[in-house]
């Protein structure tokens, strides 16, 4: 399959004075040995410069007049320093992760055409963890896929090409360190990825990823003993099912040295887990995380748990607590190589939620964030949606666990509790598709996924045009349409979809298409519970007492309809339709107008981007523009079935006379 070079694409430059001088550049190394990720480093300044100036870069051992990589002492881990001094730049980090980092954000400046003279620019990431799990299964599908097939997998084998090169290079080029190949549900060859059948494939993928200062990691079957046929049983306190994990990872991991550790669910959605045994999950984790720790592994354990087949018509029953109920109690019982993975909200990446009640609610255990830049719920690639400023909401969001330092960013980066096993996860949006993405930008998801858990300081706006600089050029029009596009595609979502923090309202199992009523597990029930008064779910202190699951004073916020933010209502209250909201319309009028401004905000996008014509490539106009036309057609559709849905139940008219169909 023919594949793009999304944001790396090193296309001529103009000639400023910068590049003038940057053309007689050569470079050197100075330092200990070079390794792969050296190597690498040098390949891409080479790479990068024959594509923007067409000049080849001169590897000397002399720094005159050059770009000159350094390895120095006292930095810390990942991190660069790079300055400029009489013409020459430098680049110097204490470990060639530094120096793959340090020589993209150079390759950055230039290509953004920020100035070098006087450059003095050190960074170092934030979180120590910034990793992409795929969800992609060995058949060759990707479980939430939307743009294309697995590049990892093909008939139940494992791809390593060309393609693999450049993903790798694209990941490390916005920071990511961690690459999780296969999805969580493991099921059919994927129990195999941890035997003889598979290692040698998966030790060819695992060394082009260390080339690029990337761990592998695989996700892992908890039932792996007895689906492999070795055991009958997974009890993670039986002796004979810990000394298999212990026989089996030694064998993986001397296959395999670049292997970081294992993702697991568990218990959850059908998966196996040490429930089976009547054991917990600090259980089922530790018995892993001993079988990796001679080997430096670490084990990732998600918190995604909860049990769909639980009677949902119970009102006292709500999913949103199930995360913080099986693992809350568990705080501190988890050993220090084990990792719990708490997705952003308590109920599944939809386009709006309160923040994960559990962080804040643990203090003795290493916690990482998990977001999804797959589209599962906010328009699969089809529909613009940039997520970057709803995850940098999330990662301000503070948690009250302590005085000071307590975000939810604060956390994960392991400054809340000085730890270091902590970070963050995106469940990964690419394919085989050639642009990678499907929408074309939707990379923009994935390069600000890297650039946010490396810099979180970064706005998502600083990040968007980042991203449109080195992905189409300096154009102003481009860069201006562009970004207002990205800016205010999140909000448009939300607005012509579900709102004030509801949710759903998809079809179920595919979940894309509105469906108001759409509910996955039963025929008895709806997310959003309305009937002809009002709608929304009760989790105050009155209903299922979720509200309270926060440090004060957001309990407090939240338990409270007159407090609680608008965006969040109805995801903690059920809400008469009459009922004022803070900006002074009824809920009605809101559901009204939010839809009808959502598709307006729609056409403008699309109207300002029809201008783009000629501008950028014809192929990617064209490719993006269809989808834009979709999106358009799909949020009245959206917008129409929405209100309709509530104007009907309601009985309330549109105080603006629109016509609702
Ligand atoms: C969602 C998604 C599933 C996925 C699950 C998870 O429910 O629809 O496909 O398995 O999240 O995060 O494990």
Redesign the pocket.
């Known amino acids: 399959m023919e594949f793009e070079q999304a944001w790396l694409t090193y296309t001529k430059r103009d000639s400023g004075k910068e590049t003038e001088e940057i053309k007689y550049i050569r470079l050197s190394m100075q330092g200990k040995e070079q390794d792969k990720v050296i190597q690498n480093s040098i390949l891409e300044l080479q790479r990068a410069f024959a594509g923007m100036f067409g000049r080849e870069l001169i590897v000397c051992r002399k720094p005159e007049q050059s770009v000159c990589l350094m390895l120095t002492e006292g930095m810390q881990a990942e991190a660069y320093h790079i300055y400029e001094d009489k013409g020459e730049v430098t680049i110097a980090a204490s470990d060639s992760k530094g120096i793959l980092y340090g020589v993209f954000a150079f390759l950055r400046q230039v290509q953004t055409g920020s100035p070098l003279d006087g450059l003095d620019l050190r960074k170092a990431p934030k979180m120590p963890l910034r990793m992409l799990n795929h969800?992609d299964n060995m058949d060759g599908s990707i479980?939430?896929g939307y743009s294309g097939a697995s590049f990892f997998f093909r008939q139940n084998q494992i791809l390593v090409d060309e393609r693999t090169v450049t993903y790798a290079r694209l990941a490390a080029s916005v920071g990511i360190n961690g690459v999780v190949i296969n999805?969580?549900?493991v099921k059919d060859a994927a129990t195999w990825l941890i035997t003889e059948r598979y290692l040698d494939k998966v030790g060819e993928l695992a060394d082009i990823f260390g080339g690029y200062g990337i761990k592998l990691y695989m996700s892992l079957n908890y039932a792996a003993p007895t689906e492999l046929g070795a055991l009958d049983s997974a009890d993670p306190l039986a002796e004979e099912v810990r000394s298999w994990w212990k026989e089996q990872m030694k064998m993986v991991f001397e296959r395999v040295p670049n292997l970081g550790g294992f993702l697991i669910?568990a218990d959850?959605?059908g998966r196996p887990g040490p429930f089976t045994y009547g054991r917990t999950h600090a259980d089922g984790a530790n018995m892993l995380a001993e079988a990796v720790a001679p080997y430096g592994g670490i084990i990732i354990w998600?918190c995604?748990v909860y049990n769909c087949q639980q009677d949902w018509r119970d009102y006292k029953t709500d999913r949103a607590r199930s995360g913080y109920d099986n693992f809350k109690a568990l705080d501190g019982q988890f050993l220090d190589n084990v990792i719990l993975q708490i997705?952003n909200g308590p109920m599944?990446?939809q386009v709006r939620e309160p923040v994960h009640p559990l962080f804040g609610g643990m203090t003795q255990t290493n916690q990482m964030l998990e977001v999804q830049i797959a589209q599962?719920y906010t328009g699969q690639q089809r529909h613009l949606c940039y997520l970057i400023p709803m995850f940098q909401e999330v990662l301000k969001f503070r948690t009250y666990v302590q005085e000071e330092n307590d975000t939810v960013e604060e956390i994960v980066s392991g400054k809340t509790f000085g730890q270091c096993n902590c970070g963050m996860a995106a469940?990964a949006n690419t394919g085989d598709d050639a642009n990678w993405t499907g929408h074309d930008m939707a990379a923009a998801n994935w390069y600000g996924f890297g650039r946010l858990a490396f810099e979180p300081e970064l706005s998502a706006e600083e990040i968007a045009k980042e991203w449109i600089r080195l992905t189409y050029g300096a154009d102003k029009q481009v860069e201006e349409t562009l970004l207002f596009m990205l800016m205010s595609s999140w909000k448009a979502y939300e607005q012509y979809t579900s709102p004030l923090g509801i949710g759903w309202m998809v079809n179920p199992d595919y979940?894309y298409g509105p469906n108001v009523d759409g509910y996955e597990y039963s025929r008895w029930g709806t997310y959003h519970r309305a009937d002809h008064l009002g709608l929304g779910v009760d989790r105050s202190r009155q209903g299922t007492g979720y509200a309270l699951l926060y440090k004060e004073p957001n309990a407090s916020v939240y338990d409270d309809k007159r407090k609680c933010p608008d965006e969040l209502l109805l995801f903690f209250h059920h809400i008469p339709y009459t009922w004022k909201l803070k900006s002074g319309k009824t809920v009605i009028q809101h559901i009204y107008d939010a839809h009808f401004d959502g598709v307006d905000m729609v056409d403008e996008m699309v109207e300002r981007f029809r201008k783009l014509e000629g501008k950028l490539p014809q192929k990617q106009y064209l490719r993006m523009l269809e989808r834009f036309q979709h999106q358009k057609e799909h949020a009245r559709e959206w917008r129409d079935q929405i209100n309709t849905y509530f104007y009907r139940k309601s009985g309330i008219p549109d105080e603006r006379g629109r016509e609702i169909y």
């Open positions: 969800w479980e939430r999805n969580v549900n669910k959850s959605e998600r995604f997705k599944d990446f599962e469940v979940h």
